[in-house]
């Protein structure tokens, strides 16, 4: 999570700048509006010639096209000034980086006049320069850890750079807040998707405790780490049994961030499935596309980067996280279907797939974390194939039992740009999960409605009179290569801003 300086603000140009960014809006008659000043006349050939009209996303990049105080100019066509949204201008920044990446550019000066004055005034000049920010500085990212260093990206990543010239001291001071804001948000995305990418050689429970430890503590966090032992004096059998086939041992972290001088602070618990890998344990997978699921703590590592965005930002509430480290895999000691086990709140468990692992992870350390009696608790989880099946890529699922937080939860989503859609939790989904030789099973006989069923299995596990909501990530954690400041492949690290927006406006 190194400290990203992708966007600065100034209040003069001084250096080398590569090239002027200019956002460029459409007419109705969906022409290109050259904008006022000095690129009017090169806006108003493009239109007249037919070569940019605008449309949202278009690109045109001129080399010595430009006066001072650069010789390159970016046209990014904006599309019509009515449809303009922060979505929109996080997808411009990005496909505005990805453009002068490819072009070998560093310094770039955004016309801010340009992407503050069109359209609705209902997105203030900050709201626009942030989200325009965001999409810019989350496109970098890079997972290059393991390549050879002739092999690595040339250096460009650090070289690109972002500027804003504001008018006056005071002006800076204002949207130098927002930019430090991005920058947060921008690195601890980074430490999200670094965690879920890493392969599970390396990113053992172990492995990713120790990181926990040392971002948490770095930031103000009080950190506690359960070993398997004390785990199992916490009673936790269901997250112990998933871990009993593998080599490597288990961990639970819990984070903790108070805020400073509030007494009555309220609680936000979240709690993140962290299934380091997932080989389906006896109940092998299938070999298709199984290198995926190193993948299957992004639910953990999701709530890592919301945690530290919240003390970072000094959020007025107390959170507490609890990640969930251990490996799911299938030798000697492993369990077996029809094993049963006791969860840490007493209730037991006959395994009938060991595949469905995510739940009896999350309802230990569910369980766990409402020790701290919180207002309002979030997990977060890669839980179920089916989610893909039933939502696809454009939004994550949510679950829960209370539908005020639920709302919040999809509100801050549209806020964010990360869309989240509720499914139902009907009692009958319960009948599903009744077991013949225990109090529940952890997978019913056939494939239905599996998303729900998993989060069903949950709700057994909140205590009476919990607010709790499930965010199911399975197809959005992850190859998110259609959004624009998502990376191609790997983690997309969805949903942290979005859970950060939701514990700040909690
Ligand atoms: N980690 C998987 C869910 C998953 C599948 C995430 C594909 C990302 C991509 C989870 O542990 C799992 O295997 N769930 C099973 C549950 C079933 C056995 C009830 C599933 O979805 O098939
Ligand atoms: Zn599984
Ligand atoms: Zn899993």
Same mark, same amino acid.
């Given at each position: 999570m190194a400290d990203s300086h992708l966007l600065e603000v100034r209040t003069s140009i001084s250096g080398q700048v590569d090239t002027v960014i200019v956002a460029v809006f459409q007419d109705s008659g969906k022409k290109a509006i050259p904008p006022q000043g000095q690129y009017q006349d090169i806006v108003e050939k493009l239109r007249k010639n037919g070569?940019?009209?605008?449309?949202?996303g278009s690109i045109q990049f001129i080399r010595?096209?430009?006066?001072?105080?650069?010789?390159n100019v970016l046209f990014i066509g904006m599309g019509?000034?009515?449809?303009?949204?922060p979505e929109k201008l996080r997808q411009a920044g990005a496909f505005v980086a990805v453009k002068l990446k490819a072009e070998k550019c560093g310094l770039s000066l955004l016309d801010l006049k340009s992407v503050t004055e069109?359209? =609705?005034?209902?997105?203030?000049a900050h709201q626009r320069i942030k989200a325009f920010g965001e999409g810019f500085a989350l496109?970098?990212?890079?997972?290059?850890? !393991?390549?050879?260093k002739e092999s690595?990206?040339?250096?460009?990543i650090n070289q690109l750079r972002l500027v804003v010239i504001a008018e006056d001291k005071k002006e800076k001071a204002a949207i130098q807040k927002e930019i430090d804001r991005v920058n947060q948000v921008v690195s601890a995305v980074a430490l999200t998707r670094d965690w879920s990418n890493e392969p599970s050689n390396f990113g053992t429970p172990e492995y990713f405790a120790e990181e926990a430890k040392s971002w948490g503590r770095k930031n103000g966090l009080k950190v506690r780490v359960l070993t398997e032992k004390d785990a199992a004096r916490e009673k936790m059998g269901l997250f112990l049994g998933v871990g009993k086939g593998s080599e490597r041992e288990s961990r639970v972290v819990v984070l903790e961030y108070q805020p400073k001088n509030k007494k009555n602070a309220k609680t936000v618990a979240l709690v993140g499935?962290?299934?380091?890998?997932? =080989?389906?344990?006896? =109940?092998l997978k299938a070999g298709?596309?199984?290198?995926?699921?190193?993948?299957?703590?992004t639910g953990a590592a999701t709530v890592m980067g919301a945690i530290l965005i919240a003390s970072q930002w000094q959020v007025p509430h107390r959170v507490i996280a609890v990640l969930a480290f251990v490996e799911n895999m299938p030798d000697g000691d492993a369990i077996q279907p029809g094993n049963v086990l006791t969860s840490r709140n007493g209730k037991t468990v006959e395994?009938?797939?060991?595949?469905?692992e995510g739940r009896l992870v999350l309802a230990d350390a569910l369980d766990l974390v409402q020790d701290f009696e919180p207002d309002a608790v979030i997990d977060v989880a890669t839980?179920?194939?089916?989610v893909s099946i039933a939502l696809g890529k454009h939004c994550c699922a949510v679950l829960g039992n209370e539908q005020t937080l639920i709302d919040a939860l999809c509100r801050s989503g549209n806020h964010t740009g990360e869309r989240i859609w509720q499914l139902p939790l009907f009692d009958e989904y319960l009948e599903d999960l009744k077991s013949d030789y225990a109090?529940?099973?952890? =997978?019913?006989?056939?494939?239905?409605?599996g998303t729900i069923r998993g989060a069903m299995f949950l709700k057994q596990f909140v205590r009476k009179n919990v607010k709790w909501a499930h965010l199911?990530?399975?197809?959005?954690?992850?190859?998110?290569?259609?959004?624009? !400041?998502?990376?191609?492949?790997?983690?997309?690290?969805?949903f942290v801003r979005t859970l950060a927006q939701f514990i700040a406006d909690f």
């Amino acid at each position: 999570m190194a400290d990203s300086h992708l966007l600065e603000v100034r209040t003069s140009i001084s250096g080398q700048v590569d090239t002027v960014i200019v956002a460029v809006f459409q007419d109705s008659g969906k022409k290109a509006i050259p904008p006022q000043g000095q690129y009017q006349d090169i806006v108003e050939k493009l239109r007249k010639n037919g070569t940019f009209t605008a449309s949202f996303g278009s690109i045109q990049f001129i080399r010595f096209g430009g006066v001072e105080p650069a010789e390159n100019v970016l046209f990014i066509g904006m599309g019509p000034s009515g449809d303009l949204s922060p979505e929109k201008l996080r997808q411009a920044g990005a496909f505005v980086a990805v453009k002068l990446k490819a072009e070998k550019c560093g310094l770039s000066l955004l016309d801010l006049k340009s992407v503050t004055e069109a359209g =609705s005034s209902e997105i203030s000049a900050h709201q626009r320069i942030k989200a325009f920010g965001e999409g810019f500085a989350l496109s970098q990212y890079r997972f290059d850890k !393991y390549r050879a260093k002739e092999s690595k990206d040339s250096g460009t990543i650090n070289q690109l750079r972002l500027v804003v010239i504001a008018e006056d001291k005071k002006e800076k001071a204002a949207i130098q807040k927002e930019i430090d804001r991005v920058n947060q948000v921008v690195s601890a995305v980074a430490l999200t998707r670094d965690w879920s990418n890493e392969p599970s050689n390396f990113g053992t429970p172990e492995y990713f405790a120790e990181e926990a430890k040392s971002w948490g503590r770095k930031n103000g966090l009080k950190v506690r780490v359960l070993t398997e032992k004390d785990a199992a004096r916490e009673k936790m059998g269901l997250f112990l049994g998933v871990g009993k086939g593998s080599e490597r041992e288990s961990r639970v972290v819990v984070l903790e961030y108070q805020p400073k001088n509030k007494k009555n602070a309220k609680t936000v618990a979240l709690v993140g499935k962290g299934v380091t890998f997932d =080989s389906g344990g006896v =109940s092998l997978k299938a070999g298709l596309r199984m290198e995926d699921m190193k993948h299957d703590m992004t639910g953990a590592a999701t709530v890592m980067g919301a945690i530290l965005i919240a003390s970072q930002w000094q959020v007025p509430h107390r959170v507490i996280a609890v990640l969930a480290f251990v490996e799911n895999m299938p030798d000697g000691d492993a369990i077996q279907p029809g094993n049963v086990l006791t969860s840490r709140n007493g209730k037991t468990v006959e395994v009938i797939n060991t595949d469905a692992e995510g739940r009896l992870v999350l309802a230990d350390a569910l369980d766990l974390v409402q020790d701290f009696e919180p207002d309002a608790v979030i997990d977060v989880a890669t839980l179920t194939g089916a989610v893909s099946i039933a939502l696809g890529k454009h939004c994550c699922a949510v679950l829960g039992n209370e539908q005020t937080l639920i709302d919040a939860l999809c509100r801050s989503g549209n806020h964010t740009g990360e869309r989240i859609w509720q499914l139902p939790l009907f009692d009958e989904y319960l009948e599903d999960l009744k077991s013949d030789y225990a109090d529940l099973k952890n =997978s019913a006989n056939d494939t239905l409605g599996g998303t729900i069923r998993g989060a069903m299995f949950l709700k057994q596990f909140v205590r009476k009179n919990v607010k709790w909501a499930h965010l199911d990530i399975a197809s959005t954690g992850y190859n998110m290569g259609h959004i624009p !400041y998502y990376p191609k492949k790997g983690a997309s690290g969805a949903f942290v801003r979005t859970l950060a927006q939701f514990i700040a406006d909690f």
